[in-house]
């Protein structure tokens, strides 16, 4: 008999980061955890997922429990949370679309809005939902923004595979428009607190912050960087930063070719910490105070100090999933890392040269993407 006294969460999206999501969830014991599978549903139902993890361990016909095809199969039943971690790409389908069951008069004349959790790369995604939620007329929508850092990949329809040494959330109340509210209110805290304490009795690390925005921001540096000079050369970083095997007793690539190595010292590296100072820049001029609790000027170093040895390291294996997304002929999140970068720049007169060629190269990239998808789907009619 299922226990009435557990909560029940949603997770929309069942990739890389909502299957970890759930995996963490469920192994709370805290929760009844409902997950939407669209691409993957008929993998998943017929065989679970198979989780190979270095922090949780290796899992075969994991599943949770109850997996749907749809948001609208979904939405029969009153959610504490959910979890969208569907990758954001508003010139396709917005996040309202995506959740328009939960939207509807038949929703919400049986059941209260649940708060939900944006589990999504960039910046500005809120706001679409947000005023699709305050036009239903049910008070303040509550919306938890997060910044992800879950190094998982997907590398097949039902199999994960996840570093364990990149496994937190930070989760904080969006405001619209207010960046500098330093305090969650009671409310809010308890919303914050109810989420977190559940990923951290199940093995996940969750920190609150009273202003999440900053720190969606600065989790934006690592995808506009690296994400990008991934997607961009079509390789992993250790052909950036790891250098060749010391004894023929090593396999591994990508990694330096000692002929030019010298020349990716010199250009790239500089380069791409370049990239990240255009981004202090644009800090400033949003109001972000050059400290901790701000986006200090040390931060493009600190970066950069932190990637470069993980990367360099023989078992490095993580691909970005931008890059992932390209390879695979899959829509990448170019507008909301990027483009929206570049339009709160260009609000502000703030000049962002690098980071302004890095959003021209890859709408080109994500352009020949839909172009593809197109020719598809009038190709199957």
């Given at each position: 008999m299922p226990n009435s006294e557990?909560?029940?969460?949603?997770?929309?999206g069942f990739g890389a980061v909502g299957a970890i999501c759930s995996l963490i969830l469920k192994t709370s014991g805290l929760v009844r955890v409902t997950v939407v599978?669209?691409?993957?549903?008929?993998?998943?139902?017929?065989?679970g997922v198979r989780f190979e993890s270095n922090k949780y361990g290796t899992f075969e016909g994991w599943r949770p429990d109850r997996l749907c095809k749809s948001v609208e199969e979904a939405a029969d039943r009153s959610y504490t949370y959910v979890l969208i971690t569907t990758k954001a790409i508003p010139e396709l389908v917005k996040t309202s679309h995506v959740l328009a069951p939960f939207l509807s008069a038949k929703y919400n004349d049986q059941f209260s809005q649940p708060t939900y959790v944006l589990l999504q790369n960039g910046l500005n995604v809120e706001i679409e939902l947000y005023e699709s939620l305050k036009a239903l007329g049910k008070g303040d929508p509550r919306i938890i923004s997060t910044g992800v850092w879950i190094s998982s990949n997907l590398i097949a329809p039902n199999v994960v595979e996840h570093n364990g040494a990149f496994n937190r959330l930070a989760l904080g109340m969006y405001r619209p428009n207010d960046f500098t509210t330093m305090v969650n209110t009671a409310e809010e805290a308890a919303l914050l607190s109810g989420l977190a304490s559940k990923v951290e009795a199940g093995g996940g690390i969750a920190t609150i912050h009273p202003e999440i925005q900053r720190v969606k921001f600065m989790k934006n540096f690592w995808n506009v960087a690296f994400s990008s000079f991934s997607t961009l050369t079509r390789y992993t970083l250790p052909a950036i930063f790891r250098p060749p095997p010391s004894n023929t007793s090593e396999v591994?690539?990508?990694?330096?070719?000692?002929?030019?190595?010298?020349?990716?010292?010199?250009?790239?590296?500089?380069s791409i910490?370049?990239?990240?100072?255009?981004?202090?820049?644009?800090?400033?001029?949003?109001?972000?105070?050059?400290?901790?609790?701000?986006?200090p000027s040390t931060l493009p170093k600190h970066v950069m100090d932190v990637t470069g040895p993980v990367h360099a390291r023989p078992?490095?294996?993580?691909?970005?999933?931008?890059?992932?997304?390209?390879?695979?002929?899959?829509p990448i999140e170019v507008e909301v890392i990027f483009g929206e970068v570049v339009r709160m720049a260009k609000e502000r007169n703030v000049q962002m040269p690098r980071v302004e060629t890095l959003y021209a190269l890859l709408l080109v990239v994500q352009n020949q993407i839909l172009r593809k998808i197109e020719a598809e789907k009038a190709s199957s009619l």
């Open positions: 557990l909560e029940d969460i949603l997770v929309v599978a669209r691409s993957n549903y008929n993998a998943v139902n017929e065989s591994y690539q990508p990694f330096l070719a000692p002929q030019t190595s010298e020349l990716i010292h010199q250009f790239t590296i500089p910490q370049a990239t990240l100072d255009e981004l202090v820049v644009l800090a400033r001029a949003l109001g972000y105070p050059d400290s901790e609790d701000g986006i078992d490095s294996n993580h691909a970005p999933s931008m890059m992932l997304d390209a390879e695979k002929g899959l």
